[in-house]
């Protein structure tokens, strides 16, 4: 059986050689050996740029996320901020609130007060008239059970101004008449 030879370039140097089998890669043992070596290294290169990589991408992440830790807390501290400023405006809204029904309370009850003084000036005044009315009735029978005029007309100006007061028959015709 003739054994036969192909001509291939070695996948390490580079080298023309003859090949006894067509699976041979290397033009000898040493290149088998160096390309073996050179392949490994390539491969724990290779792995240490990935893991380069992943560090690097770990440290992006992780500095994203203590950004958007920040974030969220200053927006938290924002969003606090806010519900104390309106817990301060609600206890101002209750206190207007209840100081506003005070208030209208307060005018309820002067209200009342008011009604009742005019309610008393009311009774004064009916009291007042009915006195007045008493005075003239008690003035109408004096007059008529007395002739002298005279002397009733000083005691009906004594009882109207409290002082004698100097009158003749004449004027307290039109005294009484007025009465
Ligand atoms: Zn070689």
Redesign the pocket.
Known sequence: MIKREIIKY??????Q?SASRPTAS???N??RTKACVKRKQDERAKADLEAQHLQEQLQLQLIADARRLKREQKAELKRQEHEKQAEIDRQAQDSKRIQDDKDAADLVIKDQKDADDIQKLKDKQIADEKQSREGKERMKKLIKDHKDKNILAVFVNDFIHGAPVETDSNNTDHFFIQL
């Open positions: 070695c996948a390490h140097c580079n080298d050689f290397f033009c000898s040493t290149c």
